[in-house]
C-alpha cells in the first residue's frame, strides 16, 4: 500500500538549513579555495621553471597553448571557490541575525 498525501496531510516540507550548515560550507568551500590556491603556486612555478622548448612551431603552440589552459583552469577554481566559501559565509552572518520563523535543520 502506497502512502497518498491527503488534503487534510500536506506533505512534509524540508527543514530549514541553519548556520551551522552555512558555516561548514564555508570553511569546506575555503579549504579547497587555498588548496586550490597552492596549486595554482605550483602550477605557475613549475612552468615558469620549465618551458616548452620544440623544434616545430605547431608543437610549441600546442605547449603554450595547454599551460595557458591548464593555469587558467587552475585559477579558475581557485576563485570560483573563493567567491562560494564569501558568499556562504555572508550567507551565515546573515542567517545569525535574522528573525528564525522556522525550525532550523
Do not use: C
Not at 586550490?36 to 620549465?50: E, N, Q
Amino acid at each position: 500500500m502506497t502512502d497518498v498525501p491527503t488534503p487534510e496531510s500536506p506533505e512534509p516540507r524540508d527543514p530549514r538549513k541553519g548556520p551551522l550548515s552555512f558555516l561548514s560550507g564555508a570553511l569546506t568551500a575555503g579549504l579547497l579555495a587555498w588548496l586550490a590556491l597552492g596549486l595554482s603556486r605550483r602550477m605557475v612555478v613549475y612552468f615558469a621553471v620549465h618551458p616548452p622548448h620544440y623544434s616545430s612551431p605547431i608543437a610549441q603552440n600546442i605547449a603554450v597553448t595547454l599551460k595557458t589552459l591548464l593555469v587558467g583552469l587552475s585559477f579558475l577554481a581557485t576563485f570560483s571557490t573563493g567567491f562560494v566559501a564569501l558568499g556562504l559565509a555572508l550567507v551565515f552572518l546573515r542567517s545569525l541575525f535574522t528573525a528564525r520563523d522556522q525550525n532550523p535543520a
